[in-house]
Structure formats: C-alpha cells, structure tokens
C-alpha cells in the first residue's frame, strides 16, 4: 500500500465563508437574548445570505450560521408578533373595561 506524498497539496473545492455569516448568527442570537425587533433583519439578511450562497456555486464553510442566524431571527420574529398581540389584547381588554 502506498501512500501520497505529503509535498502533494490537496486539489478539492475551496472553501469559502460569507461575509455576512458572523454578524447574521450574532444578531440571531441578541434577537433572542437582548431584543426581538432584532430578529426580523437577522431573519431578512439570512434570507439574502442564503440565496447568495446558493447563487455562487461555491462551497461556503459557514452556510450552518447562517442558517441558525436566519432560525433565530425567524423564531424571535414570532415571539415579538405574539407579544404585540398580547399587549393588543391587553390595551383593548382596559379600554373596554374602563
């Protein structure tokens, strides 16, 4: 059994990140963590990251973060349009028993 030469270099696809990728899982997370008006642009820039990458052709090694930034913003996203319509339901609940 021979083995390659360890000189050779490795000829597969390269690997590339999106630029994006760091700042669209960071603001996932703050959505969920700090603020949930956060999350519709992490949702949205996801969204954008996502349609690039597959656009590109390339392989992009941080495609997972972005994919859990977009989930974040989605998720956060939800629970803010539930609050509001808890805080909806509360201010029209006290106008309409005072």
Same mark, same amino acid.
């Given at each position: 059994?021979?083995?390659?030469?360890?000189?050779?270099?490795?000829?597969?696809?390269q =690997?590339h990140?999106?630029?994006?990728? &760091?700042?669209?899982?960071?603001?996932?997370?703050?959505?969920?963590v700090?603020?949930l008006?956060?999350?519709?642009f992490?949702?949205?820039? /996801?969204? &954008?990251?996502? #349609?690039e990458?597959?656009?590109? /052709?390339? =392989? +992009?090694?941080? #495609?997972?973060?972005?994919?859990? /930034? #977009?989930?974040?913003?989605?998720?956060?996203?939800?629970?803010m349009?539930? &609050?509001?319509l +808890?805080?909806?339901?509360g201010? &029209?609940?006290?106008i309409?028993?005072?």
């Amino acid at each position: 059994m021979s083995y390659p030469p360890y000189d050779q270099p490795y000829y597969g696809p390269q =690997v590339h990140n999106h630029p994006n990728g &760091t700042t669209i899982l960071v603001l996932g997370i703050l959505s969920l963590v700090v603020c949930l008006f956060i999350g519709p642009f992490a949702w949205s820039m /996801g969204n &954008t990251a996502l #349609r690039e990458i597959d656009e590109s /052709g390339y =392989v +992009f090694a941080n #495609r997972g973060q972005v994919q859990a /930034g #977009r989930v974040c913003g989605m998720v956060a996203t939800a629970l803010m349009a539930l &609050t509001l319509l +808890f805080v909806a339901f509360g201010v &029209t609940v006290a106008i309409v028993t005072s």
